[in-house]
């Protein structure tokens, strides 16, 4: 089969996707009979005025967005710092990296309770899980970035009189990116499920308050806008942690 | 890689780290009565692990827990190998669906457990459709990066010696594709648990989660640790399984 031109493959996707948009509404507005399925038509109507017009739900995510900054920025500094200090040296990235791995299959979930129950039912308790979840992919790659230098680099700066400040600013930081900003994604998207992990379970006025009280009230239309207008910011912070992330790897090419 | 023998040193470190960790835990709810609602002394906490493991709760809630992670795992496998298989006949529905899985998987699914609920109701059926989802995506996706790595060279070598195309599946597809493809499905294992362990911590009538979340509610700390003692205990388990088999089969 000949291959397709870049233009042509997204034409097709845009295709399958106006398609499928098609079919659910076709079904949703001539075969289901179940009150539960919202066409993509209800959902539009109901994104504006009903769910993103109205101040409590653009406030509740808003207070989503702040959750989800907090808990990423102290799931960058925390992680950094940590990994650092286990991949500095052999013992401790021996003795602590399996730990680390180790802590990090637990599912979560779990001690969501549990921080509720620490943290309370505000905010603090949603930054808390997503921070839980964001450190994890930052220390495994800030160690894995540290192991990802050559010794040769290394040796070879040495020889040519470099401090060991200098050769962490030229070296050991310019080879690290890469692996590092790997992490931060995965972290962006695990801060992101922590967070609304927590929002769901329990939550006073937040996103999760109004998903729990659309899907109660019975209203999928409402509920499918909140969530894909959630589902397409997820989708935008993801691109912009790669777009800093092809910024910081410039130089490779 | 095989994995040497780590030394004594190492192993020593590991094992003090932990022994500070519940020495300290012992030693604060021993003097501070405060703390206890929050933080249960060491003792009561094993006691209801006892208490959960002999009077069967531990069964009942695993039992329940087990069956969903089963079912979804084994919706998510068919599913994600099948899908994966099929877009790999041809390189332009890779680039087609590729990119759309991929950024599928990258939006946290939580966000959709609600409609889980509203669709598939309150019982294990939620669960299980919203794992089944979830862990669809990572094996899928390896599949594909799977096949796709197959080397074309192979193939035309066995075509021009004759081989039929179910031995061209057998002896060059199977092979090329199986380490990544066991990748994806590993993955997809851990998310599948994770997914119905969260699913039933937010919304179930019965399960490990929902137990979890029942403890936290009432208050029963001690429980609750107990609970939260058992999943560590299963998933260190099933972690070490995991990366053993790995070691082995990259040592092979």
């Known amino acids: ?253 | 890689m095989a994995m040497p023998r780590e030394p004594v040193l190492i192993r020593s470190i590991q094992f003090g780290l932990v022994a500070i960790l519940f020495g300290t835990w012992w030693f604060v709810t021993q003097s501070s009565q405060k703390l206890m609602l929050l933080l249960p002394r060491p003792e009561l906490v094993w006691r209801e692990m006892q208490l959960l493991w002999s009077s069967g709760r531990l069964w009942a809630a695993a039992t329940i827990t087990v069956t969903e992670i089963v079912k979804a795992y084994v919706i998510a496998v068919v599913a994600g190998i099948l899908v994966g298989f099929l877009v790999t006949r041809s390189k332009n529905l890779v680039r087609i669906f590729e990119p759309m899985l991929a950024g599928m998987f990258a939006i946290p699914l939580t966000l959709f457990f609600p409609l889980f609920v509203v669709f598939f109701g309150i019982g294990p059926d939620s669960k299980i459709a919203y794992a089944a989802t979830y862990s669809f995506f990572p094996i899928a996706l390896n599949t594909i990066a799977g096949f796709s790595s197959v080397d074309e060279l192979y193939l035309r070598a066995v075509r021009s010696m004759g081989a039929s195309s179910i031995q061209q599946f057998r002896h060059v597809y199977l092979p090329g594709a199986l380490p990544v493809t066991l990748t994806g499905l590993r993955i997809g294992f851990f998310i599948c648990i994770a997914s119905v362990l969260g699913g039933e911590t937010l919304a179930a009538a019965a399960g490990v989660g929902k137990s979890i979340a029942l403890s936290a509610e009432l208050m029963e700390t001690a429980r609750l640790y107990a609970w939260i003692a058992f999943v560590v205990l299963a998933s260190v388990v099933l972690n070490l399984l995991a990366l053993a088999a790995e070691t082995r089969s990259e040592r092979e």
């Open chain 1, 1 to 253: 089969m000949t291959e397709m031109s870049n233009t042509h493959v997204r034409l097709v996707r845009l295709a399958l996707i106006v398609g499928l948009i098609a079919i659910w509404e076709f079904y949703a507005r001539f075969i289901s009979t179940s009150s539960l399925i919202a066409g993509p038509s209800d959902v539009a109507m109901a994104w504006w005025p009903k769910v993103m017009g109205e101040p409590r739900v653009r406030t509740a995510v808003g207070i989503t967005l702040i959750e989800l900054a907090v808990a990423f920025a102290m799931s960058v500094v925390f992680g950094m710092l940590i990994g650092i200090l286990i991949g500095l040296t052999n013992i401790g990235r021996r003795s602590m990296y399996p730990i680390v791995l180790l802590l990090y299959g637990i599912p979560q979930a779990i001690i969501l309770p549990l921080f509720v129950l620490v943290f309370g039912l505000g905010p603090a308790s949603k930054i808390a899980f997503g921070f839980s979840h964001g450190i994890f992919p930052v220390i495994v790659n800030t160690i894995a970035g540290m192991r990802n230098v050559s010794p040769h680099l290394l040796a070879g700066s040495a020889a040519m009189g470099a401090s060991r400040a200098q050769q962490v600013r030229y070296v050991i930081f310019p080879h690290m990116v890469t692996t590092v900003f790997a992490g931060l994604r995965l972290a962006m998207t695990l801060t992101l499920l922590g967070v609304i992990l927590a929002e769901i379970f329990v939550s006073q006025g937040g996103i999760g308050f109004f998903t729990l009280l659309y899907s109660e009230t019975f209203n999928p239309a409402a509920l499918m806008a909140l969530v894909l207008t959630l589902a397409l910011m997820a989708i935008a912070l993801n691109e912009l942690v790669r777009l800093v992330e092809a910024r910081f790897s410039r130089w490779k090419d």
